[in-house]
């Protein structure tokens, strides 16, 4: 799952590399690393929810 924060920052990222801009080139970095972590976050989320659900369940019965 990729979100638009990993594209955006591995683009910019690629740019700043291309046009010798270091700056540019961290912030893309930064950006995609920003991506990263909210992609965890979401998965660690969606785990959650699902071990919930189960336990809703287990305790329906």
Do not use: L
Not at 4 to 17: L, N, P, S, T, V
Not at 25 to 53: P, Y
């Amino acid at each position: 799952m990729t979100n638009f924060d990993q594209i955006k920052g591995k683009a910019r990222e690629h740019a700043g590399e291309a046009v010798n801009d270091d700056e540019m080139a961290d912030r893309g970095r930064a950006e995609h690393a920003k991506g990263k972590a909210k992609e965890a976050a979401g998965k660690a989320k969606d785990k959650a929810k699902k071990a919930a659900d189960d336990a809703r369940g287990r305790f329906a019965e």
